[in-house]
């Protein structure tokens, strides 16, 4: 037949699909997520997420070593404290549980690692909000001054990279400034910039304890139907400073992953959250999809959608991936 078109000349073996691949796909841009809790000799499994663990500082060799293993040197740190208030006051404490951690870490591994860490306050705080409460309400501007002497925590003990989760308003420039005058300049901050009020952060809270004690954190994360307001955040974050922006989460957002990228020229990250891993696993399990190939099919479209960094609990998975080809 007399077919001017026949795009299947290039999709005829394995080497022609590589060599026209239009998403190259590295273990550089991966980051896996790590939870630390407050006690000794802890590694304790996570029901909500299979597969994941919460830590005890003593025993992070262990996940450090394995994330090595695999070809990963990038973490986030996220830590769950034993003591919990209203002001969350173990976020920032000198020895409090992710100061701990980065610090247990980097006395083992120093350079060979990459610890960026969470800064929010949902964990540490009795009313499982991500910042100070006047009345029911959380009040933006009182936050920050706690925003900042978390992040501030973090960089003293040791931390590569600040990540701050909490979407107050105005906290990448009042970070950035807080850093940059107590002698952190060189820190970059990946700013959780356009961070959805989104159920997918269902078994993260499960784990982390973290649910909000009453009402939800619709006043301060964005609504899931806005993908303008998506870009006008992220926009600010960068006038503010920010160093990476991130979409979060990963999967239902590829939209706003692809719309930010045609307006940034910052390195864009997004964060394939704990609801998007156990349902890729659970069902999984259930034997009712393939979950290596779905993991593979899932991160190539976060890469395809423009992210660089995806910051997923597959990490190691994926990497290892990547390293036997299903993943180009
Ligand atoms: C802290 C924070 C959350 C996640 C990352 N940082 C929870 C939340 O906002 O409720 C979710 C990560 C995940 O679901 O894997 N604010």
């Known amino acids: 037949m007399d077919l001017i078109n026949r795009p299947r000349r290039l999709r005829s073996s394995e080497l022609v699909r590589g ?5 190259r796909v590295s273990k550089d841009g991966l980051i896996y997520p790590i939870f630390f809790e407050e ?57 409090g549980i992710v100061q701990e951690a980065v610090r247990a870490i980097k006395e083992e591994y120093k350079d060979q690692i990459y610890i960026v ?98 009402g939800d954190r619709k006043s301060y994360q964005m609504d899931p139907h806005n993908i303008r307001e998506a870009m006008k955040e992220a926009l600010y974050d960068e006038d503010e400073g920010a160093d990476i922006l991130m979409v979060k989460p990963a999967l239902s957002y590829l939209d706003v992953i692809r719309a930010l990228s045609e307006r940034t020229d910052l390195p864009i990250a997004t964060y394939s959250v704990s609801g998007e891993y156990a349902m890729i696993k659970n069902a999984g399990k259930a034997g009712l999809i393939d979950e290596y190939g779905i993991m593979c099919e899932s991160t190539v479209s976060m890469f395809r959608a423009g992210a660089d960094i995806i910051i997923t609990y597959y990490a190691k998975e994926i990497a290892d991936a990547i390293k036997k080809g299903d993943i180009g």
């Open 19 to 23: 060599m026209i691949r239009e998403t």
């Open 39 to 95: 006690g000794e000799n802890i590694k304790a499994p996570i029901e909500s997420m299979d597969g994941q663990f919460r830590y005890s500082p003593d025993r992070a060799k262990e996940a450090i070593d394995d994330c090595l293993a695999h070809g990963i040197n990038k973490v986030l740190l996220f830590g769950i404290p034993k003591e919990k208030d209203e002001v969350g006051s173990q976020a920032y404490a000198e020895h």
């Open 117 to 214: 860490t969470d800064v929010c306050m949902c964990e540490y705080t009795s009313h499982g909000h991500c910042g100070i409460l006047c009345g029911h309400d959380v009040d933006n501007d009182k936050t920050l001054d706690y925003l900042n002497a978390i992040a501030l925590s973090h960089a003293e003990a040791g931390a590569d990279m600040v990540a701050p989760s909490d979407m107050m308003d105005g906290r990448i420039g009042t970070i950035r400034q807080t850093l940059d005058a107590n002698g952190y300049s060189n820190i970059p901050i990946m700013s959780y910039a356009a961070k959805y009020a989104s159920k997918f952060y269902g078994p993260f809270r499960t784990a982390a304890g973290s649910a909000p004690s009453f």
